[in-house]
């Protein structure tokens, strides 16, 4: 039997949570790149094509509307975390995009991060924020999320067979 998981979020980290729903399809995708040995190319250019479309505004809003709020050692880890994945994209983007390597950093950094967030941030924050500020962070977080994530980059080379 399978086990099933659901997480009551507070609706301000619900709809952060949603977006690593993304996030995960993200790093799914990219591994099947690997898996079918896509040119390294095409995964760089869905790699800017998520960054820009997506991910840069998602780390930028948990530090911005979240992170600061609660300065203690959880907090500093995720920006931390946050740093590192930049830090590696940059890396992908400027002089490591030929090597397998550097897509399986990235893979690894981010999926770590998600599930950090997740099952210790998260319900970290709900319990260290007041409950009307959340309630408050909830609006701008919401405007942030009106429309759901458009994933319609055209070269789905996860699902090709070449």
């Not at 250019?45 to 998520?50: A, H, L, N, S």
């Not at 780390?59 to 709020?69: Q, Y």
């Not at 950093?105 to 991060?113: E, P, R, S």
């Not at 309630?135 to 070269?155: C, F, G, N, R, T």
């Amino acid at each position: 039997m399978k086990k099933q998981w659901v997480i009551n979020r507070d609706e301000a980290l619900g709809s952060l949570g949603k977006d690593h729903h993304y996030d995960l399809m993200f790093c799914w995708r990219i591994k099947q790149g690997l898996k079918k040995q896509i040119n390294p190319e095409r995964l760089l250019q869905y790699v800017k094509y998520f960054w820009f479309t997506h991910l840069r505004e998602h780390l930028s809003e948990e530090e911005n509307l979240l992170f600061g709020r609660v300065k203690d050692e959880l907090c500093l880890q995720a920006y931390r975390e946050h740093n590192e994945i930049r830090r590696q994209l940059r890396k992908i983007f400027y002089r490591d995009h030929q090597r397998v390597a550097a897509y399986q950093t990235l893979i690894d950094l981010l999926m770590g991060h998600i599930h950090f967030e997740e099952d210790v941030l998260f319900p970290h924050l709900e319990q260290a924020l007041p409950h009307h500020f959340l309630v408050e962070v909830s609006k701008p977080i919401a405007a942030l999320h009106e429309q759901a994530m458009q994933d319609d980059y055209a070269d789905v080379f996860w699902g090709s067979s070449s």
